[in-house]
């Protein structure tokens, strides 16, 4: 399988003097909205969010679809547990971001754009709103008819699903929505929305600045371009880092890890646990393990027990409740493995529960439903003992 | 008008009066009140021409919608996998111990409520917790006790 | 305008629908029944339970068919390995946080869970019991509704009727995750917020989570209790349904079956609510003619026009909370039920020599909000409380079959004298439109002397189901006493299900609608959807009752109330006249304004 040694990148926080961000959307708006997109395909963008959905096509759906209103809105709703990296660019970069939003904006036919912020990154919105209200100057010097606006979350995990999101911002609980339609049909207000990550905003801008071809030499040809990461856990060096994607695991733990991990949760709770034994042959990218950037990494000294209750609770006080698979499996599982580590239940009942996880897998409504099987298989198979005892 | 009220209903004008207003409307009571109350909650079914209920069962969707009355600093600590890994259980601790209130419980004299949270995005600075909107990362049970108590002097 | 076919195959065969279908409608065409709990055919859909989950060939997940429309190419499986065992954990994780007392259960044998789970006869469980984990809430501060949260699977149909057929939302969903469920504004009780008692929500729930407050158990009592004489009314839809609970099919008019079985279960007496139905109309009529004089001739402005109808309780507790500005528009008569009552409290019981203190009045009605009506203070006007019980139409026929009969064998008998004749006019009350057309076939009458101008006495345009029924009828010939009548054209508005019914009086708040008249009953279909009636329900059930109430109609010897000769008689008898003083000691009320909020 193609893969990459590790290596540092510098293009999300870069701030490059000749070429700032107004300057790239001037540049940009030169061009017409169909090379935008072609450009956006043949970069291979794809979301950096965590599912991973070509940038370039979803541009391009919500071109085509026939309405007076359309919608570009930043999910900045980031609450996947052990990801911070969007609050870092938030905080560091938001003039990217907005840039990002606003060449969409042009491609799509959009007037509005919205910004939904987590509630927990409330202490960014004064400073956030003082640099948007500048750009939003500059659009409108530009006569540029497009403006951007915050909206705030209120402390739900699932509103980082987009149709969670839409709903939200509609003033409704943030419970998923069924699937047809896609957002690039009936989004926001049920209008055609592009919805992208922050960081992906991020790419887009920096793909318009620096071009498709460059950043394609980056990565592998499933996993173009750099991404950004963020580290915790058992580690030397906590943080974020943006690093060429397709490298192996074992490259990474041998930068970050303290020489005693036993195990990486790649891509947050929702994501897969790797165990030591296959830090060598897993590759970080969509052709191996997708992430939305969280890399958590935990050495000899932790319970994997209590890393897998600690994120079925999350998941059980975290689902919106509205579906049976999610609502009462993630229930099912936290009480489950309490019952085996107590003895209530045997440890043959840690099958019953991996199928059951299978079913919320495919049945569930929205991601956090489905995705909960990653953690839970992933941990169970590869601890146990842990588990059990 | 009581005082509530006329601060929704200022909200209203400010936010408009479609749904997709509710939850700005909402989250500036909060951020006076600390909370949603039944007034409150009445008052803005009524600006919004909706169901109580359905203001109420939006609410409580939201974690930071409280409907339960809060102290005037609402402190969270987060419990997620790597501010549990980081000890965020001594802060806690430290934490019960200073204010006399356990989690999810507000002090008597109202000052502060004491919550825990899911994930707070500073993992790599855990353990970390909010005060109101402000952040507080890389805490240890000391740190944590001396921001509290400059919150308590500046509440006096 | 013929929409795109679309060409799919399920389990393998092929079928073209239209555009937009669900993969749930389609199955059904090739008679593959797919369970569904979430969905209901009066509501939007939700796709929240993931009981109807499909596999479709190439796709990483399983779809949802009732909420996923087809699409061109697609396969479907309805049963596969995949399909079934997820469905089979769903049905499971939803028995694990249910309470599943099913054999101590009132909807025991009515329960939608129930027969899933007996499809699929779950032996052992394997999942852990969650019902101990969860906050428990027996609601029974309703004297209409009891809400019994161990049972609720969240499925939010009843949030779904409350919100979009009625258009009240007393109930919501609250909280998430583990704690998400349903309730009401701040947990309240439901006797203590906007619930118009319409029990809408019951009949859509497809547990025992919500189910009428019964009184079954009072009513045999009060029928063993050698002191007691028991009278029983029925309303008009009740004889037009309760055959479905007693196994025959939607639309069947068991009225002499029903009769002979209230009779063998041993009621002193079985009477007729459309009696005075009958007299509701002598009423409601004078007192829209009175008002129109009022209006029109003395130009008396404190009279209020257009009048609305005011038997369906559910839809007067809905205007006393959410239009209370309007209460003055409101007849003040009382619903046919509470006419009976004080009339058989009083008038009747002289006439048969019973003490009315020893009489016990049951009403069985199509309905839950008249259970809460016959418990409002005002409805004393005999000295007692004019009726004592109020059982659903799925209560008698519980109680039919407790006591052993058999339904469908049995011979029809009549309705005992007096407070037992009625007419065509009555019946129709059960549905929507028929209050309005009874009033106009006597109105008219009296104002001119001659029938409506309708064949066969038959008001079509405000028959039917369309939300909001408009008509209107010229005056023609008018008898002198009425001349200011003459050549007017009298407007008349129907709606029934309360969405409709707040659509009908926001217009009528803004000042642009010219009607005289307006009937609203608050459930979908009128009193035959109303929600004590057997579940299920749909427009197609609905339908099917409402068809059989005009065949009632039509096949009435007499089909004007004012012809009704015990209506006749008890006017000269006791009444007087309508509107007259007795009538308004017994058969009118006033309303209170309730708090929106």
Known sequence: MEQKQLKRVDLIFEWDEKNTPIQVLDKTLQKTPDAIILEMIDSGLKGRGGAGFPTGLKWKFTRNEDSEVKYVICNADEGEPGTFKDREILDRVPEKIFTGMAICAYVIGAKEGYIYLRAEYNFLLKSLQQKLDKFNQQLKERQIDFSIYLRSGSGAYVCGEESALFESMEGKRGEPRNKPPYPTVAGYNSKPTVINNVETLVYTCEICRMGAEKFKALGTSDSRGSKVFSVSGDTTKPGIYELELGMPLKDFIDEFGDDDAKAVQVGGASGHCVPRKKFNDTIIGFEGIPTGGSMMIFNSSRSMYNVLHDYLEFFTEESCGQCTPCRVGCQQLLKGIEAVKKGERPPTYLEDLKKLTLTMKIAAKCGLGQSVANPFISIVDNFKEEIIY | ?156 | MSKYMVNLKINNIPIAVEEGTTILDAAKRLNFHIPTLCNHPDLSVAGNCRVCVVEVKGARLLAASCATPVSEGMEVFTNSEKVRIARKHVVELLLSEHNADCTKCFKNGHCELQELASEYRYGDHIFIDLVPFKHKYLDISSPSITKDTSKCIRCQRCVRTCAELQAVSALAVVHKGNHQTISTFMDKPMNDVVCTNCGQCINRCPTGALYERNYIEDVWNAIYNPNKFVVVQTAPATRVAVGEDLGLEPGHRVTGKMVAALKKMGFNKVLDTDFTADLTIMEEGTELLTRLKKALVDKDETVKLPMMTSCSPGWIKFQEHMFPDLLPNLSTCKSPQQMFGSLAKTYYADKINIKAENMIVVSIMPCTAKKFECNRPEMRDSGFKDVDYVLTTRELAMMIKQAGIEFDKLEDQHYDSILGESTGAAVIFGATGGVMEAALRTAYEIVTGKEVPFANLEIKPVRGMDGVKEASIKIKGAKPEWSFLEGVEMNVAVAHGLTNAKILMEAVESGKTNYHFIEIMGCPGGCIGGGGQPIPTSPEIRRKRAEAIYEEDAGMPIRKSHENPEVVEVYKDYLGHPCGHQSHELLHTHYVERKRY
């Open chain 2, 1 to 156: 008008m009581t005082n509530t009220e006329n601060f929704v209903h200022e909200l209203a004008e400010k936010h408009g009066r479609t749904r997709n207003a509710l939850m700005p409307i909402l989250q500036g009571v909060v951020a006076r009140e600390k909370y949603l109350s039944e007034e409150a909650m009445i008052a803005v079914a009524r600006e919004l021409d909706i169901s109580a209920a359905d203001v109420y069962g939006t609410a409580t969707f939201y974690t930071f919608l409280d409907t339960v009355p809060r102290g005037r600093n609402v402190v969270r600590v987060c419990k997620t996998i790597s501010c549990h890994m980081h000890n965020k259980d001594e802060i806690i601790r430290a934490l019960e111990e200073q204010l006399k209130c356990k989690v999810g419980e507000t002090t008597s004299d109202k000052k502060f409520t004491l919550l825990t949270a899911n994930c707070l995005g500073w993992c790599h600075k855990g353990p970390v917790m909010l005060v109101n909107d402000d952040v507080y990362p890389e805490l240890t049970p000391q740190k944590a006790i001396e921001i509290i108590q400059e919150y308590n002097r500046k509440s006096n």
